[in-house]
């Protein structure tokens, strides 16, 4: 199912985006940024065109991504913060093609490439307004422990990015000598642009950002990539005066401009379905990070690399112990990470979130619909009969009977419904995108799912029935408000008879 709606999602993009202009422009990005890095690569064509093809070709890349940009950025469909967003997105694309045409100017006009010039003050822009963009896509809220969590790991991956910079470039440049105190400066401004754009990027990626915007940051983020790996491959070669124009940092600043177009287009494209014209399952709020254990692996591996000259005695030894030794504690770490997450967000009896758990799904939820002005629903569901049961048939005869209705749910609800046991015979559903109608709906599907169910005890069947009380967000503030609302129609629902739905505001069904 996954693997069909993967295919028709590819299927949709490529037949909008054929029949789009800004499509049109990224097809062509994608393949011009192909083009240059294979011309890099197989060193095509002769070796006295290399400047002018590797100053110029960056021009029309750096317009298509600015437009993009910016076209995505007037789009009134996106909520005014990820359009405010793509604007200094579009103003970071412009100040480096603003200094791509400066030194295309300098190095083909004049033949001369001066080292400062007005080109690097433009380039340098590039930095803080990327960071500015990115920290002001919209994301989803933080409790205080999940923000300290997060400015945790985003200052792990700042460090680990810190070493490799250091190591690479800053480190070699504050040891230079012989060069102007200016052109030092410089040439150190470019790696601390690029911490910045370390910082933004883990930033962007451990902020869970808001569903409609999710798919071009991917993108985004991947051509930052990129393009720090070009700005740290350019800054190490330039220290050795080995960096030509048209070398492979340039087929890296190239993929990564294509990219950011890319990005551009795809957010423009989620814009014009609409904000939920796609509705990924919520976030998980309590899923643990990559990416800071990437970024101490990475601070080892340059370690490892610096140190490899080193004597056996006395830090070669003590530095092996210790990258094991914290190669071990982190893989513990994470060992009991996963164990401990399980029992806190999985119930053990049902497979199902936990009411703790299933409560940070519903916040966000809740905040989603609140700020789009979307439909949203919950459904409080009670086993009939429960305590008699219990009672009679033992209570492994009702933990079986629980674990029935916990898979007539997964059956019966969408993938993007969050589910969750909220306590003894009680279960939980929140509907996003539904109305109180639809959710009614869609409670007497699973009502009448439950109703033809039994369960096997001692060779006596014993019918399993349920009760639904629904409830529409309209107008209320929190889900506590929203779940009492449920409660409240829930317990109509079992006054009335059992084995039906009740809604809070629609005549009972």
């Not at 590797?54 to 789009?75: K, N, S």
């Not at 940051?217 to 220290?239: E, P, R």
């Not at 497979?351 to 609140?370: K, V, Y």
Request: proline residues 6%.
């Amino acid at each position: 199912m996954a693997t069909s709606t993967r295919a028709w999602g590819l299927r949709t993009l490529l037949r909008d985006w054929a029949s789009d202009p800004g499509g049109i422009v990224t097809f062509l990005l994608g393949l011009s940024g192909l083009a240059f890095f294979l011309w890099v690569v197989f060193q095509w064509g002769p070796s006295s065109a290399r400047p002018a093809i590797g100053d110029l070709a960056f021009i029309p890349t750096g317009i298509a991504a600015v437009a993009l940009a910016w076209r995505a950025a007037r789009l009134s469909r996106l909520p005014a913060p990820t359009r405010r967003a793509w604007a200094l997105l579009g103003a970071a694309f412009g100040v480096t093609l603003i200094g791509d045409v400066l030194w295309a100017y300098y190095e083909l006009g004049l033949e001369t490439a001066p080292y400062p010039s007005p080109a690097d003050a433009a380039y340098l822009l590039f930095y803080p307004l990327v960071l500015a963009g990115l920290a002001t896509f919209p994301a989803a809220p933080q409790t205080p422990a999940e923000r300290t969590a997060f400015w945790l790991d985003v200052t792990t991956v700042f460090l680990g990015g810190w070493m490799v910079i250091w190591y690479v470039v800053l480190g070699p440049t504050a040891l230079a000598s012989g060069a102007p105190r200016l052109e030092k400066v410089l040439t150190a401004a470019y790696p601390i642009g690029d911490l910045i754009l370390i910082f933004g990027i883990a930033t962007m990626l451990l902020r869970r950002p808001e569903e409609g915007s999710r798919g071009a940051l991917a993108i985004l983020a991947g051509a930052m990539g990129l393009f720090l790996i070009g700005d740290l491959a350019f800054g190490h070669l330039s220290l050795t005066d080995r960096y030509e124009t048209g070398g492979w940092p340039d087929a890296l600043w190239m993929l990564a401009q294509a990219g950011f177009g890319v990005s551009a287009q795809y957010q423009y494209w989620r814009g014009r379905l609409g904000q939920t014209a796609v509705h990924a399952p919520p976030a998980d709020p309590h899923r643990v990070s990559s990416l800071p254990y990437l970024a101490i692996g990475l601070g080892y591996l340059v370690l490892i690399v610096a140190a490899r000259g080193a004597s056996l005695y006395p830090l070669g030894g003590m530095l092996t112990g210790a990258i094991a030794i914290t190669a071990v504690v982190v893989t513990r770490q994470l060992l009991l990470l996963r164990e401990l997450r399980a029992i806190a967000v999985t119930d053990g009896l049902t497979d199902l979130p936990t009411r703790q758990h299933f409560t940070s799904l519903a916040d966000r939820e809740f905040a989603r619909a609140l700020r789009y002005s979307r439909p949203l629903a919950a459904l409080l569901i009670d086993v009939d009969g429960f305590k008699t049961i219990n009672d009679r048939f033992g209570h492994a005869v009702g933990d079986e009977v629980l674990r029935l209705v916990a898979r007539r749910m997964r059956e019966a609800f969408r993938q993007i419904d969050p589910l969750g046991r909220y306590g003894g015979d009680e279960f939980v559903v929140m509907l996003p995108e539904c109305s109180e109608r639809e959710a009614v709906a869609a409670a007497q599907r699973f009502v009448r799912a439950v109703s033809g169910s039994t369960v096997t005890a001692g060779g006596e069947g014993v019918s399993v029935t349920v009760s639904v009380g629904v409830a529409a967000a309209d107008g209320l503030k929190d889900v506590g408000s929203l779940l009492r609302h449920a409660d409240d129609a829930l317990y109509r629902a079992k006054r009335a008879g059992r084995d039906q739905v009740v809604s809070y505001s629609l005549t009972p069904a």
